[in-house]
């Protein structure tokens, strides 16, 4: 009778662990089809060069080209770079909103905007570095186009991005992609940088001295720099055009639920606490590398008076930002998203050492790597954090779907227009400093305003973002948490 009873109990424990050894070879499955390949990953992150390299010439130069190659008074200068950014922040929320109500189609519901957006694109990039033949219509002109090419790089880079939530269900695959995006996005303004940089850089007749003569050969640098430019942007042409279709193969995420109007998506994107803290405490930080992108490039010029040097600074600047963007993918991995902003942006203060010294060219280059140090540390952590406050919101609103894009939409929205105007304010104030178009030097007043745009008003910024980040409650305990309730709900 004994025996009989073993019998039955050890065959019942044999019928136990079959379906546990089913189930745990399902799960091994499951997460060896979330697994990305290089090669995925790599399609993926040259997706955003193009975005990049457009974005690093504009932040940098855009603003300098107005007043010194298109021969534009600091004020109107100042309206086209505000009005401009706050019509690029407006089209975001409502790129998404339309995005997020976009049908399935054959090639996914993400790709026909980005297929469809990138030649005109394209074209408006090059009419923005073009100096129209007259001088009536100077300001429409840019304001035009470049409202124009930055509606149509909304509509590539709102899909885009938010492909971050459909290409992987694993969150670790998710920041390895994000670190491979992150990784080319900074290699791409490290050839923005390069190129424009040297071409603007490279053609300028003012000798290095500070109170050295004005110089009067302004039309004929205008001629080269213009014809350099369109040359170049035949790169960039194809830099999008090459790097577009690529996404194609990544998104696999097909949503057929009813999608939110735009209001219900607004209000939901705003009552997620997380999302909100996240967001404010980003806009601040990002506020600061904004001011020190568009006056970098003038407080380098007219400040420390390297002229011959400071696209090779900015150079520097992208290529530390590159080199160390495998180190932080590392660093959050090991010690957690929140420390590595911390440790990260905390290193941007440094840039009050190239003010408080006296001019000098070694030094510039010193605090420019760390700079980059810090700017890599601001290109991947927003990217690597808003995938979690999507999967935070998931846990909490099981029901709702077709939202990834309205959280990536609406937090460019708020950095864009933040920047939009910081930049019109910087460069308006340097019409109250006494700006001097095309002249090469500029009044002591002009210095002085640009040493607090590059470092007192930016280290403010950041300590007060840092403050905020302080509150944002999704560390890693609860990142793992909705990662392991996520996959039980799936």
Not at 192 to 217: F, L, M, R, V
Not at 351 to 366: E, G, R
Not at 409 to 424: E, H, P, R, T
Request: glycine fraction near 6%; charged fraction near 15%.
């Amino acid at each position: 009778m004994a025996r009989g009873e073993g019998a039955e109990q050890y065959a019942a424990t044999l019928l136990s662990v079959k379906p546990l050894k089913a189930d745990i070879k399902t799960v091994k499955l499951k997460t060896q089809r979330n697994r990305l390949s290089v090669f995925s990953k790599l399609c993926y992150a040259f997706g955003g060069a193009p975005y990049q390299i457009t974005g690093t010439a504009l932040g940098f130069f855009l603003q300098i080209y107005l007043l010194d190659v298109a021969q534009l008074d600091p004020f109107y200068a100042s309206i086209i770079l505000f009005v401009g950014r706050a019509w690029d922040a407006i089209t975001d929320p409502t790129v998404g909103f339309l995005v997020s109500r976009s049908r399935s189609t054959r090639i996914g519901r993400m790709m026909p905007w980005i297929i469809f957006s990138t030649p005109f694109a394209v074209l408006t990039y090059l009419l923005i570095w073009y100096v129209p033949p007259f001088e009536e219509g100077k300001v429409i002109w840019y304001l035009v186009f470049y409202c124009l090419f930055q509606s149509m790089q909304t509509c590539f880079h709102v899909p885009y991005s938010a492909l971050t939530m459909f290409i992987s269900r694993d969150q670790k695959e998710r920041d390895s992609a994000t670190a491979y995006r992150m990784m080319v996005e900074v290699l791409g303004t490290v050839l923005g940088t390069a190129i424009q940089g040297q071409i603007i850089g490279g053609n300028s007749n003012c000798p290095t001295e500070s109170d050295a003569p004005y110089s009067t050969n302004s039309s004929s640098v205008n001629t080269t720099i213009v014809s350099l430019d369109q040359t170049v942007n035949a790169d960039f042409q194809l830099s999008h055009l090459l790097s577009s279709p690529l996404c194609w193969i990544l998104e696999t995420g097909r949503d057929k639920s009813e999608p939110l109007t735009f209001a219900q998506g607004l209000r939901l994107v705003m009552c997620h606490g997380p999302y909100i803290k996240l967001v404010i405490g980003f806009l601040f930080t990002s506020l600061a590398f904004m001011l020190l992108e568009g006056n970098f490039a003038l407080f380098i010029t007219y400040a420390l008076g390297h002229r011959k040097d400071f696209q090779n600074i900015l150079l520097v600047i992208m290529l530390s930002g590159a080199l160390t963007i495998p180190w932080w993918q590392w660093f959050l991995t090991r010690f957690g998203k929140k420390k590595a902003a911390y440790f990260g942006i905390s290193v941007m203060p440094f840039m009050i050492l190239i003010v408080s010294v006296k001019s000098n060219l070694i030094v510039s280059y010193l605090v420019s790597v760390a700079a980059g140090v810090s700017v890599a540390a601001a290109f991947l952590l927003p990217w690597s954090m808003l995938p979690d406050v999507v999967d935070d919101f998931k846990v909490q609103n099981p029901d709702i779907r077709g939202h990834e894009a309205l959280f990536y939409s609406f937090y460019v929205f708020f950095i864009k227009f933040a920047s939009g105007v910081s930049l019109g304010i910087s460069t308006l104030s340097l019409k109250f400093a006494g700006y001097v178009t095309g002249e090469c030097s500029q009044p002591e007043a002009v210095s002085m305003t640009l040493k607090v745009l590059v470092s007192p008003v930016p280290v403010v910024l950041i300590a007060v973002g840092l403050l905020i980040l302080k509150t944002y409650p999704i560390d890693e305990e609860r990142r793992q948490g909705n990662r392991k309730l996520l996959q039980a709900m799936l």
